[in-house]
């Protein structure tokens, strides 16, 4: 089992900045990957960005390329996702999650084994 818990949530106005983080404890050591996903209320699950723990490959989701950045802390088993330039559109439930396996693709939620459970992002223009 792998728990992930989310923090760093919160209101900013538009233009503004935060940064997220995701602990991950238990068999950490033993998932493939780590992604951000979002929804807004009436939205789909949004993949927002991903990261492969070993060799630390990142993949963007269109709408956040440029102004969104993932990075992790191998020895801290930690990810962040700082987020800039942010948007009214921005605003959305945010969500760690953990996958375990190299196989499938590394954009779709369904993939991803582990979540955490959401951190609250509002952007006000």
């Known amino acids: 089992q792998v728990q992930l818990v989310e923090s760093g949530g919160g209101s900013v106005q538009a233009g503004g900045s935060l940064r997220l983080s995701c602990a991950a404890s238990?068999?950490?050591?033993?998932?493939?990957?780590m992604g951000w996903f979002r929804q807004a209320p009436g939205k789909e699950r949004e993949f927002v960005e991903a990261?492969?723990?070993?060799?630390?490959?990142?993949y963007y989701g269109d709408s956040v390329k440029g102004r969104f950045t993932i990075s992790r802390d191998n020895a801290k088993n930690t990810v962040y996702l700082q987020m800039n330039s942010l948007k009214p559109e921005d605003t959305a439930f945010y969500y760690c999650?953990?996958?375990?396996?190299?196989?499938?693709?590394?954009?779709?939620?369904?993939?991803?084994?582990?979540w955490g459970q959401g951190t609250q992002v509002t952007v006000s223009s």
């Open positions: 238990g068999r950490a050591f033993s998932t493939y990957a």
């Open positions: 990261i492969i723990w070993s060799g630390g490959n990142t």
């Open positions: 999650a953990a996958k375990a396996s190299p196989y499938g693709s590394i954009y779709q939620a369904r993939k991803y084994e582990y």
